[in-house]
């Protein structure tokens, strides 16, 4: 039966339960799941902490000897800075690699160094014994270190040589010198020589004329007067 009321809108009684076919859940039943369900959608989820997890054993290994590279790599390139000095032109520049933990760690590096020949010999030999150093510096040179000192050992005795060959054309200049002088200076003595030589036989020249005055005829009085 359907009673009217005074507002226009139908209200049917509540319908009786019916069996759901599924398992013999009534209607209502299913129309209370349906709303727990969308007022569950709609709750805001609780924020819940998680504990931090430690790493594993392998991990924890691994980032220990990422750490203790990164620091043999970073002495080993600042002895390298500390002994080439002014020769040296660039770095360290060095190459990472990410741990485990997200980080940055330097496994190998490099210094760029100045091995050209100087024009002065004596410049080159500096050169080379300062290069010689910064390759060695590390406490454990590597194969790229020892080649480089090669070539600054290669160096050192070419500059060695080249100074040695100076040394002696200077010693011959200084030689030759000395010769050009003594020659001249014998040059002098033998000039002053015979310039004295020719003094003494104009001095006999005068006293064998004053001489032979003595035995010429008698001048007139005249003559005399006139040289008197």
């Known amino acids: 039966m359907e009673i009217h009321s005074g507002v226009g809108a139908s209200l049917r009684p509540s319908p009786a339960p019916v069996a759901d076919s599924s398992g013999g859940a009534t209607r209502q039943q299913e129309t209370a799941s349906t709303a727990g369900r969308e007022s569950g959608e709609n709750a805001q989820p609780h ?123 200077d010693q011959e200049m200084r030689r030759m010198e000395g010769e050009a002088s003594a020659a001249r200076a014998d040059a002098n003595a033998q000039d002053t020589n015979a310039a004295g030589m020719q003094e003494p036989g104009a001095e006999r020249d005068r006293l064998e004329r004053r001489i032979a005055g003595f035995f010429a005829p008698a001048r007139s009085a005249e003559q005399i007067n006139q040289f008197a």
């Open 47 to 169: 924020p819940v902490e998680q504990p931090e997890q430690t790493p594993p054993p392998e991990e924890l290994r691994l980032i220990e000897q990422l750490r203790q590279r990164d620091r043999e790599v970073r002495m080993h390139e600042q002895a390298h800075v500390a002994a080439g000095g002014r020769y040296v032109t660039g770095g360290p520049s060095y190459t990472y690699q990410t741990g485990p933990d997200g980080r940055q760690y330097a496994i190998g590096g490099e210094v760029q160094i100045d091995t050209s020949e100087e024009a002065d010999p004596a410049a080159t030999l500096e050169k080379a014994e300062t290069v010689l150093r910064a390759a060695l510096a590390p406490a454990e040179p590597s194969g790229q270190d020892q080649r480089v000192a090669a070539q600054a050992r290669a160096m050192q005795i070419e500059a060695q040589r080249e100074m040695r060959v100076l040394e002696q054309a």
